[in-house]
C-alpha cells in the first residue's frame, strides 16, 4: 500500500472552482465512505476548508488510485472531472508525506503559519475515525502530521508570519500616503489572510474599511466584524477608485486588478495616490500597475525582503527545516520498520536449522548425559545469535536510510528466504521516487485519470 494525496487548493484553481468543490461534513464522509469500497483504496480522509480540497488516501495502486479518488471527487462535488482535472495535484509516497505536514503547519495555508488548519486536520482526522475510513496507516500519518503542527508553532515563531507580512505593507503604505487613520482600506478576499489584513486595518484605526469577494455573504461577515461595508464583485471598478489603500488576499487565478483597470481608478481619483498591498499567491494585482504615476505596489517579493531584513524570514526557514527534518524522521521509522519481517524470517529460518541439527545429533548419541546435551543446545543456541546479531541489527540500522530497502531484499536473497509479505495497511512503502514536492503535479493528469478509469 502507499500515500497518495489528490486535491486542488488555492495555488491551482480560482476561487470560483473552490467554492462549488465545497463539501458538507456528510458529504467528505461519504466521499471517503465510497472511495473505501472501491478495489485500490484501503483508508481515506477528506481534508475541506475554504482554500482546498484533499483527499488523503492509502491506496494498493498508483494508477488506481487517481481513478477512484478522482472519480471519487467529481461525484462527491458534482463537477465533472475533465473540469475538475486541470486543477488537481497528486502527491505520492514521501512527498505525500512532506505535503501532508506542510499543510498542518500552515506552511502551505495562503495565510502562512494560521492555526486553523490545525483544527480542521483534526476534524477530518475524527471523522474519517468514527466510520472507520482512517486505520493504521492514514490514522498514524496524520497524528504525526498533527504532532508535528503542534510542535512548529510552540517552538517556532511561525505564527507572526502572515500577521507580520501585513504589516509591514501597512507600514509602506504609509510612508508613501501618510498615516493610516486618514486612509479608506478596500480588501479584496474573504479569506484567513483577508481576516488578518481587515483586523491589522481596523487596529490601525483607518478611516473605513471595505471587503470585496466573490462570494458577498462572506464579504458581509468580514466587513460587519469592524463595522465596515461589503461590495460585490460587480462594484470592484467604483470601490477601487473610492479606496486609498487595496489589500489584494484573494489569490484568484488570473487579475483582479488589471493595470487597464488601476488606470482608471487614478484618473477617476483625479491625482490623488493609490498603494496595492498584494498578500496573494497567485498574484491579484497586475504587475504593471506598479508603472502608473500614483501607484505603489507591494508584493510577497518586496514585503519579504523587508521580513529578511527583520529577521522573520529565519523563523520561516526555522519551521520549514523543522518539518524536514520530522519527514524524514518519519519516513526513516516506516523504513525500519519494514525490514522487521526480514529479520523474523531469517531468525525463524536459524532456529528452524538450529533445532533440526540438535534433533538429528540426539539421535545419533543415544544415551548421552541429559545435561551434556543440555549444554551443547546452549553453545550452539548461542553461536547462532551471535552470528545474527549483527546483520539483523545492521539491516535494521542500513533500512532507516534511503533505498534501504534494498538491504532487506539482499538478505532474503542470501539466506534464500523467499518473496518479502505483501504489504498490509499500516505498511509504507520504502521504494524511493523520483518525485519532488515541487514538481509533481502530473501534467498528463487528464490523460492518466481518462485512461485509468478506476483500473490498475
Do not use: W
Not at 483527499?55 to 462527491?76: C, P, Q, R, T, W
Request: include cysteine.
Amino acid at each position: 500500500m502507499s500515500i497518495m494525496i489528490v486535491g486542488l487548493s488555492h495555488r491551482t484553481a480560482p476561487i470560483a472552482l473552490l467554492e462549488r468543490t465545497t463539501l458538507t461534513t456528510e458529504s467528505a464522509s461519504g466521499l471517503v465512505a465510497s472511495l473505501c469500497r472501491g478495489e485500490h483504496v484501503a483508508e481515506a480522509i477528506a481534508l475541506v476548508t475554504c482554500n482546498r480540497l484533499e483527499v488523503y488516501a492509502d491506496v494498493s495502486k498508483f494508477h488506481g488510485g487517481i481513478g477512484e479518488i478522482g472519480a471519487g471527487l467529481a461525484e462527491a462535488t458534482g463537477v465533472p472531472l475533465g473540469e475538475l482535472t486541470e486543477h488537481l495535484y497528486v502527491h505520492y509516497e514521501n512527498a505525500a508525506v512532506a505535503h501532508l505536514f506542510q499543510v498542518t503547519c500552515g506552511l502551505d495555508s495562503m495565510a502562512v503559519g494560521e492555526q486553523q488548519i490545525l483544527g480542521q486536520v483534526r476534524t477530518a482526522l475524527r471523522a474519517a475515525q468514527a466510520t472507520g475510513s482512517a486505520g493504521r496507516t492514514i490514522g498514524h500519518l496524520v497524528q504525526n502530521a498533527l504532532r508535528v503542527g503542534k510542535r512548529v508553532h510552540s517552538e517556532t515563531l511561525l505564527d507572526k508570519a502572515a500577521p507580520s507580512l501585513v504589516e509591514a505593507g501597512l507600514r509602506q503604505a504609509a510612508e508613501e500616503l501618510g498615516p493610516l487613520g486618514g486612509l479608506d482600506v478596500l480588501v479584496l478576499g474573504a479569506g484567513a489572510m483577508s481576516g488578518l489584513s481587515v483586523a491589522s486595518a481596523h487596529r490601525a484605526q483607518v478611516a473605513s474599511i471595505s471587503v470585496c469577494s466573490r462570494t458577498l455573504p462572506r464579504a458581509r461577515r468580514l466587513a460587519e466584524s469592524v463595522d465596515g461595508t461589503p461590495v460585490p464583485l460587480e462594484q470592484l471598478p467604483q470601490a477601487l477608485a473610492a479606496a486609498d489603500l487595496v489589500i489584494a488576499c484573494a489569490g484568484a487565478t488570473g487579475y483582479l486588478v488589471t493595470r487597464d483597470a488601476a488606470e482608471l481608478a487614478l484618473k477617476t481619483r483625479e491625482g490623488r495616490p493609490q498603494a496595492y498591498i498584494d498578500l496573494a499567491l497567485p498574484r491579484d494585482v497586475e504587475p504593471e500597475v506598479a508603472a502608473l504615476p500614483g501607484a505603489y505596489v507591494f508584493d510577497l517579493e518586496h514585503l519579504g525582503r523587508i521580513l529578511t531584513a527583520e529577521g522573520l524570514s529565519e523563523d520561516l526557514a526555522e519551521a520549514r527545516s523543522m518539518v524536514e527534518n520530522e519527514v524524514a524522521l518519519y519516513l526513516a521509522d516506516q523504513r525500519a520498520k519494514e525490514v522487521a519481517p526480514t529479520v523474523v524470517a531469517l531468525r525463524a529460518m536459524a532456529r528452524s536449522v538450529m533445532e533440526a541439527e540438535l534433533e538429528r545429533l540426539s539421535g545419533r548419541l543415544d544415551g548421552l548425559d541429559p545435561d551434556v546435551f543440555a549444554e551443547l543446545e546452549q553453545t550452539v543456541h548461542r553461536v547462532v545469535e551471535k552470528l545474527l546479531h549483527q546483520p539483523t541489527v545492521r539491516v535494521k540500522e542500513l533500512a532507516a536510510a534511503p533505498g534501504g530497502d534494498t538491504y532487506a531484499e539482499a538478505l532474503r536473497l542470501l539466506f534464500n528466504l523467499g518473496p518479502a509479505p505483501a504489504a498490509k495497511a499500516g505498511d509504507l512503502p520504502g521504494v524511493e521516487l523520483a518525485v519532488q514536492l515541487e514538481q509533481d503535479s502530473l501534467t498528463d493528469l487528464s490523460a492518466l485519470l481518462g485512461r485509468t478509469g478506476g483500473a490498475s
